[in-house]
């Protein structure tokens, strides 16, 4: 197997192999500077990611739009959670960001009648997710775009009840999570 070594000035090296197949490879380069992606690479993994849950039950009124006060996180690899006051991921990283929320609805008097969850952006409504008629929870994911300074992700739930509706606590209930997938 043919190899060309091109030797650092001070030190280090990169070594182009080819294959041990038959067969001609073809490695072409980009036009412009920038950092040359492998599959080796972890690029995709570097960007800011993090996961959080209710931790203890949430009280909200009936069939009213309340944000999710997830207060417990699982890890937030960059400190772009805030679990403590705005309960919002704050990506300082331009790029696409795969967001995950899930409610777990109950209605400590009554009946749960509709369960939804959303992802909100910038204070708004983004996607509404998981529109069920249950006395569980629902689930939902989405690719957000934030240009890594003002934007913000925030998680919202909706329950309908004949009674009080509350929002079930624990990990496996109730979260929110977000990591980035691609640059800007």
């Given at each position: 197997?043919?190899?060309?070594?091109?030797?650092?000035?001070?030190?280090?090296?990169?070594?182009i192999a080819a294959?041990?197949?038959?067969?001609?490879?073809?490695?072409?380069?980009?036009?412009?500077?920038?950092?040359?992606?492998?599959?080796?690479?972890?690029?995709?993994?570097?960007?800011?990611?993090?996961?959080?849950?209710?931790?203890?039950?949430?009280?909200?009124?009936?069939?009213?739009?309340?944000?999710?006060?997830?207060?417990?996180?699982?890890?937030?690899?960059?400190?772009?959670?805030?679990?403590?006051?705005n309960y919002r991921?704050?990506?300082?990283?331009?790029?696409?960001?795969?967001?995950?929320?899930?409610?777990?609805?109950?209605?400590?008097?009554?009946?749960?009648?509709?369960?939804?969850?959303?992802?909100?952006?910038?204070?708004?409504?983004?996607?509404?997710?998981?529109?069920?008629?249950?006395?569980?929870?629902?689930?939902?994911?989405?690719?957000?775009?934030?240009?890594?300074?003002?934007?913000?992700?925030?998680?919202?739930?909706?329950?309908?009840?004949?009674?009080?509706?509350?929002?079930?606590?624990?990990?496996?209930?109730?979260?929110?999570?977000?990591?980035?997938?691609?640059?800007?």
């Amino acid at each position: 197997m043919s190899s060309i070594v091109v030797s650092g000035d001070t030190s280090g090296a990169i070594t182009i192999a080819a294959p041990a197949v038959s067969g001609t490879t073809t490695l072409t380069l980009p036009t412009t500077s920038g950092t040359v992606i492998t599959t080796g690479s972890t690029f995709g993994g570097t960007g800011p990611a993090f996961s959080a849950y209710l931790s203890s039950q949430q009280t909200i009124s009936s069939a009213t739009w309340t944000k999710v006060q997830c207060n417990t996180e699982d890890f937030d690899t960059n400190s772009n959670y805030d679990n403590a006051t705005n309960y919002r991921f704050t990506p300082t990283v331009a790029g696409y960001y795969q967001i995950n929320v899930s409610v777990n609805a109950q209605a400590s008097t009554g009946v749960v009648t509709r369960v939804i969850c959303a992802i909100y952006k910038n204070g708004s409504i983004y996607r509404r997710k998981g529109d069920i008629s249950a006395l569980y929870g629902t689930t939902g994911s989405d690719v957000v775009y934030c240009n890594g300074s003002t934007d913000y992700i925030e998680m919202y739930g909706y329950i309908a009840t004949t009674g009080t509706a509350t929002i079930n606590a624990s990990e496996g209930s109730t979260a929110f999570s977000g990591a980035m997938i691609r640059s800007a």
